[in-house]
């Protein structure tokens, strides 16, 4: 008897027992060079099951589906989907919003394909663990290169955080980010908080810095930025990276691939796909299958954080949705500060924006017309003065474009236009936040005169 259409959509595969269906297994989840199906991702995630497993087993995930493939828009979602199999675990966390989420916790291989069915190319796990979600048992340094930065100094950027750490009695384990970057995680006994956590990252951030100040950099303002980003902030509490063996939403479905430190100097993230890992896995097994047998303690890298206080360093900015913090340094871009104290004076950057768009692709076309228009402002542009940034909306990523005229002489500046596209996904909610708070005020201006 022939098979009816939904039965011809779906492959059940027998996983360690229990049965995941897999919906649309011959979808195209990539098609611009590599050609892979959702089938294939499930199977490649569980061709190298026990590496991605180390790296979400028992902790709290962030579901990022990209339902229709790795080409199109993908979205955040917390929230454990109501319709889900028996055998998958939640657990409730808090957000520095204060709202709760009950989240998918993942612990074998068959939560692992049905989480991929859902979209998530990526996996997006919390440094915590179940029975702990206050105390991070992972520091999480992540090195994000600015535009045009070699990937030789990635490299470079990684060994010196290595070197720093071992000063400080840890062990970091590296993997690429399966992009642009690089990622060293250290285990760390859950004994301090998401503050603390991020505080003695921030401490490795500038220290490195400080040990190679033409290549790392800690400034959180782009603008400011050179080099490779030590990104502390990504410590935070809410703030997820992509884990050990994701597959990235790039053409050639590379994937965040963990070395050994001896492999750092000469590695090159294009080696690393969805093709080759597997056969690699079966080869070396993986480089981080010790991880969870060296947990150290941040104590030491808290005591350099105290010294870089008491010499006038204070907190550095925090993720624009967090409240701020008690010595944070001021949570406004250089350029479009107001005034600055005599005593710390900062240079106001010329900054245009030039595209705002939910499709990267959209935005960057927009840059490309934009250079043309503009071919002798082009001409004295550095490679770092194109900002590139991925803007978090409400439930997924959209793409603002700046350009930095401080080499551009003042009278050959363009003034700001309308951006082209000019899509700002949060525009519509920042306006009425904006109406709101001047209601507010005067509200308040009015009770105070009367």
Not at 64 to 89: D, I, M, T
Not at 238 to 263: G, I
Request: aromatic share 6%; proline share 8%.
């Amino acid at each position: 008897m022939a098979k009816g259409k939904a039965e011809e959509s779906v492959e059940v595969l027998g996983i360690d027992g229990r049965e995941v269906r897999v919906t649309h297994p011959d979808k195209l989840y990539f098609s611009k060079q590599a050609k892979v199906t959702k089938l294939d991702l499930v199977r490649y995630y569980l061709s190298i099951a026990p590496g991605a497993l180390a790296g979400i087993v028992d902790r709290p995930i962030v579901l990022k589906r990209f339902v229709n493939g790795a080409e199109a828009e993908a979205f955040y979602q917390k929230r454990a989907p109501s319709e889900r199999p028996s055998w998958l675990r939640t657990v409730t966390l808090s957000f520095p919003s204060g709202r709760t989420a009950e989240e998918i916790v993942v612990d074998d291989a068959a939560g692992l394909a049905w989480i991929v069915n859902l979209g998530c190319i990526e996996l997006h796990p919390h440094p915590v663990r179940t029975a702990d979600l206050d105390h991070p048992d992972e520091l999480r340094i992540d090195l994000d290169p600015g535009p045009g930065v070699l990937w030789t100094d990635v490299r470079q950027v990684a060994l010196g955080v290595e070197s720093l750490l071992e000063d400080h009695g840890l062990r970091g384990w590296p993997k690429t980010s399966g992009s642009r970057g690089m990622h060293v995680n250290v285990r760390i006994h859950p004994r301090w908080t998401f503050t603390e956590v991020r505080r003695a990252a921030l401490a490795v951030s500038r220290a490195v810095e400080r040990a190679m100040p033409g290549l790392a950099s800690s400034k959180w303002w782009k603008e400011e930025r050179h080099g490779v980003f030590l990104d502390y902030n990504q410590n935070a509490k809410d703030r997820t990276t992509c884990s050990a063996y994701s597959v990235r939403p790039l053409p050639d479905a590379r994937v965040s691939t963990p070395l050994r430190w001896e492999e750092v100097p000469d590695c090159d993230p294009a080696d690393f796909t969805i093709f080759t890992v597997p056969g690699r896995f079966a080869e070396i097994g993986d480089p981080q299958a010790e991880i969870n047998a060296v947990a150290g303690s941040i104590e030491s890298l808290l005591e350099l954080a105290e010294k870089d206080e008491a010499a006038g360093l204070g907190d550095a900015p925090w993720p624009p949705h967090f409240r701020k913090a008690d010595g944070e340094a001021p949570r406004v871009a250089p350029s479009r500060a107001k005034s600055a104290a005599p005593k710390n004076p900062r240079t106001k950057m010329p900054l245009i924006v030039v595209a705002n768009s939910p499709d990267k692709q959209a935005a960057l076309d927009g840059l490309e017309r934009w250079k043309q228009k503009n071919p002798g402002v082009v001409a004295f542009l550095a490679v770092d003065d194109v900002l590139v940034d991925s803007m978090r909306g409400r439930s997924s990523t959209w793409t603002r474009i700046r350009v930095n005229l401080r080499h551009v002489p003042e009278e050959q500046r363009p003034a700001q236009e309308t951006p082209d596209p000019d899509d700002d996904p949060t525009r519509e909610w920042r306006e009425r936040w904006s109406s709101k708070k001047a209601a507010k005020a005067s509200a308040a201006g009015s009770e105070d005169g009367h």
